[in-house]
């Protein structure tokens, strides 16, 4: 059973930076891209980054590009997002999600291309407010 489970958001102020977790486990986690979207009150699906199953390639929305960074480390089925110079519009609930494993499909997704997420988790709620 795939599973994927997004921690480490909270409550910061503008300017702050946070590091959000998402660990992995139900398949061979080395053979899949991982993606991280988000959703805020009202609003629709957002995707945020991508990353490439072994960790050479990732990608950005423009709208967090220069501000997070998305890593992995396959030793430990994790996938990170550390958010720097935090927003107010960037309050939402942050998930991690694969689309078949494809890293193309999760481009696709952050740019509105149709792509559908397969698998995510429970999000994990990040509030930038003063």
């Known amino acids: 059973e795939v599973q994927l489970q997004a921690s480490g958001g909270g409550l910061v102020q503008p300017g702050g930076s946070l590091r959000l977790s998402c660990a992995a486990s139900?398949?061979?986690?080395?053979?899949?891209?991982i993606g991280w979207f988000r959703q805020a009150p009202g609003k629709e699906r957002e995707g945020v980054s991508c990353?490439?199953?072994?960790?050479?390639?990732?990608y950005y929305a423009d709208s967090v590009k220069g501000r997070f960074t998305i890593s992995r480390d396959n030793a430990k089925n994790t996938v990170y997002l550390q958010m720097n110079s935090l927003k107010p519009e960037d309050t939402a609930v942050y998930y991690c999600?694969?689309?078949?494993?494809?890293?193309?499909?999760?481009?696709?997704?952050?740019?509105?291309?149709?792509?559908?997420?397969?698998?995510w988790g429970q999000g994990t709620l990040v509030t930038v407010s003063s």
């Open positions: 990353i490439s199953s072994r960790g050479g390639n990732s």
């Open positions: 999600a694969t689309a078949g494993g494809s890293y193309f499909l999760l481009q696709d997704a952050i740019e509105g291309r149709g792509a559908e997420y397969d698998y």
């Open positions: 139900g398949f061979t986690f080395d053979d899949y891209a």
